[in-house]
């Protein structure tokens, strides 16, 4: 392979690394990797590319830690509703009608908002079928993905449409891990996602802890995000939903669990001694209006949380601006003004993410043998001024980014030294051709579900399987 050499240089980098440092400095990249944070400029030559980034703040992209990529198509169809109803008569009905074109149309959409708005990396938690759709599009447009086939085996509880059997479930799973993990240079894993302890059998899970311990690979799930949820649990399994997962052997740092709103201090104790991560998803916690997640607490104890926007139909949109404003404010009438300070939730947005995510080895702050995951911000324009003479203090750079920065700030983004996104356009994916796939695919799913149309959304009742769908 031929030696890339690229430099960004002029730019003002936040780097988050372990001092959380900011400094005017220049990046040399070769091969995609950060070799040298250097004062010094490039000798000009032919081989070399060099980005300048005057004006510009430059920060490891974001990771968001639990999205549902599959669930973007669906987006303000299935509002102000609780989880549990919201998931049974809108979610999995649509879900259940994906096809491959449907299924890579709804990933195309949710990456273009993603990389178009500063998220380089993402946990995915895939759909039950078809999931391969969402891997192909991860490849093509340049992401860093981890992405796991979302598992439903559990036929008491989950609509026969997106049930499978165990057997089935799991081979797939692996099948897609074989193919998948590691593809593109790294730039690609696969994990296991069973869906939540409601939609899976204990065989399932039992298997999925062995199978991903053997494989080294994470395990993302949903926990005690809602209160029916975790009644329910009880009553299928007898003990508290982290509680059980501790039991049947998921817990542990490779184990991914979005939501934890609903925890008692025996079960935070277990995520604490396990090194299992948690995921803050702020946006989908008040739309779905499931509660506050005990974040500064679980942080104090030492446990890791990260950020997600979950799904763009419990958001209703995947901009990690949004979430990171949402998070350092929403605990603060209950835990005072200190409560989850720009700082905490920046490192949450990017190096807590790469770690829930066991990527922090290679992504999550710039540092010099990590892979060049950035993000230019143009915190300059007049909404967004980072006050004159402070322009390296990095406490005023992460209040800037996380109280006053929006998407539209962003100027570029790369992933492993490529620019995959630049001033709102995703170059492996085209808008127009991107939003005509969304029609077609929206109008698709439209057709193999009975919507009552004459009624106002938010007053729908239950939306089902079309006849035609039903028989296919
Ligand atoms: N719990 C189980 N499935 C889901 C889902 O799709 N979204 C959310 N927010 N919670 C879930
Ligand atoms: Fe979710």
Not at 308 to 327: H, I, S
Request: aromatic share 4%; with cysteine; proline share 3%.
């Amino acid at each position: 392979m031929k030696t890339q050499e690229q430099w960004i240089i002029n730019g003002t980098l936040l780097t988050q690394d372990q001092k959380r440092r900011a400094l005017k400095a220049n990046l040399q990249l070769i091969n995609g990797h950060i070799v040298a944070i250097t004062k010094r400029l490039p000798r000009r030559s032919g081989r070399t590319t060099i980005i300048d980034a005057s004006g510009l703040t430059i920060l490891p992209g974001f990771v968001q830690a639990h999205v549902h990529l599959c669930q973007t198509l669906f987006r303000n169809q299935a509002d102000d509703m609780e989880l549990l109803d919201w998931l049974s008569k809108r979610i999995w009905v649509m879900e259940g009608a994906h096809t491959p074109a449907t299924l890579r149309a709804s990933a195309r959409l949710g990456i273009h908002e993603l990389l178009s708005s500063g998220t380089t990396c993402i946990l995915d938690m895939g759909t039950v079928r078809h999931t391969d759709a969402i891997f192909t599009a991860v490849k093509e447009s340049g992401i860093r993905a981890n992405v796991g086939k979302c598992l439903m085996d559990n036929p008491k509880t989950n609509p026969p449409y997106l049930c499978e059997s165990t057997n089935s479930a799991i081979q797939e799973a692996l099948s897609l891990f074989e193919h998948w993990n590691g593809a593109e240079n790294d730039r690609i894993r696969a994990s296991f996602a069973p869906r939540f302890v409601i939609s899976c059998t204990d065989q399932l899970l039992r298997e999925v802890a062995d199978l991903a311990k053997a494989q080294n690979a994470l395990i993302h799930t949903h926990a005690s995000e809602n209160r029916k949820e975790i009644e329910f649990v009880k009553k299928l399994v007898g003990t508290e939903n982290v509680e059980y997962l501790h039991k049947i052997g998921m817990t542990s740092p490779r184990l991914v669990l979005a939501h934890c709103i609903w925890l008692n201090k025996k079960e935070k104790l277990i995520l604490k001694k396990t090194g299992t991560h948690t995921v803050h998803c702020p946006s989908s916690n008040m739309k779905l209006a499931s509660g506050f997640m005990p974040a500064q607490e679980l942080r104090s104890m030492g446990i890791n949380v990260a950020l997600g926007a979950d799904g763009a139909p419990c958001n209703n949109n995947l901009d990690m601006f949004r979430e990171m404003r949402l998070a350092a404010l929403i605990h603060k009438p209950s835990g005072g003004p200190k409560t989850l300070r720009a700082q905490e939730v920046l490192d949450m947005a990017t190096r807590d993410g790469a770690k829930a995510l066991s990527w922090f080895d290679d992504i999550g702050s710039i540092e010099v043998g990590k892979k060049a995951d950035l993000i230019a911000l143009d915190l300059q324009k007049p909404s967004n001024t980072v006050p004159a003479g402070s322009e390296t203090n990095s406490e005023m750079l992460a209040s800037s980014v996380v109280y006053s920065a929006q998407s539209s700030d962003v100027k570029w983004a790369m992933v492993d030294g490529t620019v995959v996104a630049q001033n709102g356009k995703v170059l492996a994916i085209p808008a127009k051709q991107l939003m005509r796939d969304v029609r077609q695919a929206q109008l698709a799913i439209r057709k193999t579900i009975d919507y009552d149309s004459s009624t106002d959304i938010g007053q729908r009742g239950e939306i089902t399987r079309s006849s035609a769908a039903k028989a296919d």
